[in-house]
């Protein structure tokens, strides 16, 4: 069974570079089938995706968010990660990583780990 | 950019009703890519219907999801206690852009 578990820093300084990881079990991130994506939640913005990566290489960001977003694959550890860069309060939430599907399944998710809060205050 | 409007905002039903949550799209969906998920109070969300109509593995069958145009439903034909929760449209495929609804929440009056 499919197991996605965040880890990273609660807190981030506001201009900082938040950063979260996501250890797969029960799958591969080198898996063809899916991609691997960070979702939040907030208050006040309510469900947001963020960004998505592929084992092929292949990347996908929200537009609002692609300049400081960056998402990468660790094989060796089966893991992905999340960094965005210059955060602000806005940027606050609970963050989820997730699995979802590609092609005509692109961002349908049928996986979400259990999410991770992030607090941003100096 | 695709907004999906979730109606009603809350919805305060008993257990055994019917609960009708409505998501409208501004503009017209790729062969009806729309996915509806539920989501517990201290919990993530869960995948419920996809394809505007197909049940998720585990949905129960008094779940089902309907099309019309830009007008999509979801219906619980008869609340469970478990049903008690939010619910999230969400537009999926190849678009080059994916939101989600703002949430109804279902709440036991």
């Known amino acids: 069974q499919l197991q996605l578990q965040e880890s990273g820093p609660g807190l981030v300084r506001p201009s900082e570079t938040l950063s979260l990881t996501c250890t797969v079990s029960?799958?591969?991130?080198?898996?063809?089938?899916?991609?691997w994506g960070w979702i939040r939640q907030s208050p006040g913005k309510g469900l947001e995706w963020i960004g998505s990566?592929?084992?092929?290489?292949?990347?996908i960001s929200s537009l609002p968010l692609k300049s400081r977003v960056t998402i990468s694959v660790d094989t060796s550890k089966n893991q992905f990660s999340l960094r965005l860069s210059s955060v602000t309060a806005a940027d606050a939430g609970l963050y989820y990583c997730?699995?979802?599907?590609?092609?005509?399944?692109?961002?349908?998710?049928?996986?979400w780990g259990q999410g991770t809060l992030v607090t941003v205050s100096s | 950019e695709l907004v999906l409007t979730q109606s009603p905002g809350t919805l305060s039903l008993s257990p055994g009703e019917r609960a009708t949550l409505f998501c409208r799209a501004s503009q017209s969906l790729s062969s009806g890519y729309l996915a509806w998920y539920q989501q517990k109070p201290g919990q993530a969300p869960r995948l419920l219907i996809y394809?505007?109509?197909s049940r998720a593995t585990g949905t129960p069958d008094r779940f089902s999801g309907s099309e019309s145009g830009t007008d999509f439903t979801l219906t619980i034909s008869s609340l469970e206690p478990e049903d008690f929760a939010v619910y999230y449209c969400q537009q999926y495929g190849s678009s080059p852009t994916w939101t989600f609804g703002q949430g109804t929440k279902v709440e036991m009056k």
């Open positions: 997730v699995r979802h599907g590609h092609g005509s399944f692109l961002l349908l998710i049928t996986d």
């Open positions: 990566i592929h084992h092929s290489g292949s990347t």
């Open positions: 029960g799958d591969s991130v080198t898996s063809t089938a899916f991609y």
């Open positions: 394809g505007a109509a």
